[in-house]
């Protein structure tokens, strides 16, 4: 019975720090935009939380898009913002964003596409604190019996 309550909220936890982690390589994308050479990094969501809660498939399930001269440490060039904290490691499991716009800097990042990745996460990030004070507001109610 417990393991029911906290498998619920367990999973929304995992999904509250995924949309973190997304949110900071987004902004850090977004930080980077004037960085010439920098590559725009991000990760499938769906895939992590997968990977995140035990149910994902084989191979590597936060790559995006990969790409043969990956750097160990994650950035394509030693000026940029390395992204840390998370899930992961420093490569937080991001891969790199197929170019949209070529640019003849070689920075890969698309303003408007960045911008709009960074609201849309943070409206997801907004739901799923309501659900989880929602859960949590409930479960208060049936321990109190009201």
Not at 59 to 74: N, V
Not at 89 to 118: C, H, I, K, M
Request: proline letters at 3%.
């Amino acid at each position: 019975m417990l393991d029911n309550l906290t498998n619920s909220l367990d999973f929304h936890a995992k999904a509250l720090v995924l949309r973190a982690d997304r949110q900071r390589v987004i902004a850090s994308n977004i930080a980077n935009a004037d960085t010439p050479g920098y590559a725009a990094r991000d990760f499938n969501f769906a895939d992590a939380l997968k990977s995140a809660t035990g149910s994902a498939s084989s191979g590597s399930p936060l790559r995006m898009a990969t790409s043969a001269d990956t750097i160990d440490s994650g950035r394509s060039n030693a000026r940029h913002i390395p992204l840390t904290g998370g899930i992961g490691d420093s490569d937080n499991g991001a891969g790199y964003v197929v170019q949209t716009q070529p640019t003849a800097d070689g920075n890969s990042v698309d303003l408007d596409r960045e911008r709009a990745a960074f609201a849309d996460n943070a409206v997801r990030y907004e739901a799923t604190l309501r659900f989880i004070n929602g859960q949590s507001k409930t479960l208060m109610s049936a321990i109190q019996g009201q």
